[in-house]
Structure formats: C-alpha cells, structure tokens
C-alpha cells in the first residue's frame, strides 16, 4: 500500500486492497474484500464493507456507510456486491447496500454528487453524473440514467427508472417511471414538463429542445394514450437519438410512466 496515509485510529483490513495515494482519516473502518483505487479520501468515521469496489478518485466524507449488507430480509447471508466507478463525492451519512443475492449487483457510475443523508438500496443501478439531493432515497432495483437530478427528500419506489437527464422536485413521492429530459414533482409526482435548464447547461442544441418539447406535447399534452402517442411520435417526428431514447424508455417500462 505504497503512499497510502492511514490514521492510527483507523482500522483496515488486511484483505483489503487501498491503492497509492489514498486517505483513510481518523476511525475509519475498511473491512476484508474492499477494493479501493487510487487517490481515495475518507475523511473520518467512514465506513466500507465487502465484497465491494471503488475506483480512483472517490471522496467520502464523515459518517458514510457504504457496502453494508442489504436490508432485505430476504437475504440469505451468501456474498454480494458492489461496484463504485469512479470520482464519485459522498457526502455526511450516505448510505449505499450491496445486492441482495450473488448474483446481482449495486452499482454506481462515475462523478456522482450524492449529498447528505443520501440512500442507494440494494441492487440499484446509477448511472454517471448524476446528483442526489438531501435526502435523496432510492429503494431497491431502481435504475437512475446519466445527469439525472434526484431532489431533496424524493423517495422512489423500488423497480422504478428514472431517465437520464430527467430531475425530481424536492419531497416527490415516484411510484412509476420518469421518462428522459422530463421533470416530475409532487406526491403522488407528476410530470411538470421537460427539463428546459438542464438541457441549456448541458449544451443541446435548440433544435434537439424543439424536438424534445414536441414529443412531450405528444405524449402528456395530447388525447393520445401511451401506445398511440409512441405511433405519433414515429410518425411525426424525426427519429433522433434523444427521441430514440424517449421512445426505448417508454416502451420498456414495466410500472408505466407517471402522467
């Protein structure tokens, strides 16, 4: 463990792996099978549980509980996992379980913000970029895409998928999905409308907007219903891919989307 600055307090694992250059702060605690990258920092009181791996760059900050056994009570005691990519920020408390059985997986991408108190039930899968507001809760099996925005307080219900650059508002209650580019608030939520400023800062072009805006129209604005409103989008509308991918998510939806 080659430049690796430990704390006397600390306690690691002589299973675990800690690459060069990483900080494990004062009364950390990192147990067998945890593997970390290089340049880590735990800032003090974090704690990291196994079998679980994250990559380089990682930050953890005072009080995270991450890789802990699932809360499922169907959990039958076998080893289960956990993958972390890279550059991720976990702030005061965080808390983030492994899957529920061996063969399945939580994991997380890359150069997430997950703010205080942030929750990542077993067997999720969170995409990169993506921020998790205060409070921010995930139950299990939900999938999160790319530059999605969980509000302050927002619960979503287990199996349910947020699109990638969807946003929730603070306190929403989600029990269906979120389709891409969409803002979905409220409890029980609803889709407000398209996540204009989001998109702005990420540089879409605004005829890729006026495409997006079109298809919303489309789907929430319109008499249509799912399956009528995907044939007018085909139809109607160029075949880009963010309207590919507006049209993929709807189709695979299991749980529906929220309206």
């Known amino acids: ?39 880590c920092w735990l800032q003090q009181h974090v704690t990291l549980c196994g079998p679980m791996r994250a990559g380089a760059g990682n930050k ?51 150069r997430g913000t997950f703010l205080a108190y942030s929750h990542i039930a077993h067997d999720c899968v969170v995409g990169d970029d993506v921020v998790f507001s205060n409070n921010g809760t995930l139950a299990g099996h939900v999938e999160v895409g790319d530059h999605a925005i969980i509000g302050g307080l927002t619960a979503v219900h287990q199996f349910c998928r947020i699109g990638r650059f969807a946003i929730t508002g603070g306190c929403s209650k989600i029990v269906q999905d979120v389709p891409p580019f969409m803002i979905a608030d409220g409890n029980p939520a609803e889709i407000r409308g398209i996540n204009l400023i989001g998109l702005e800062r990420k540089n879409f072009p605004p005829e890729t907007v006026k495409l997006i805006k079109e298809a919303f129209r489309l789907i929430y604005r319109s008499k249509y219903n799912r399956q009528q409103a995907i044939e007018a989008i085909r139809r109607e509308l160029p075949q880009t891919e963010e309207i590919t991918q507006m049209l993929e998510f709807i189709q695979k939806s299991e749980r529906g989307i929220i309206r």
């Open 60 to 110: 953890f900050y005072a009080a995270c509980s991450i890789g802990q056994q699932t809360q499922d009570l169907k959990y039958q005691g076998e080893p289960t996992y956990l993958e972390i990519g890279d550059e991720n920020t976990f702030r005061e408390f965080v808390t983030i379980s492994r899957s529920t059985t061996s063969q399945g997986q939580t994991r997380i991408g890359n």
């Open 1 to 39: 463990m080659s430049d690796v600055q430990i704390h006397p307090t600390a306690i690691v694992d002589p299973q675990a792996e800690i690459g060069a250059g990483t900080t494990i702060g004062p009364y950390c605690v990192i147990a067998a099978d945890v593997v970390l990258g290089q340049n």
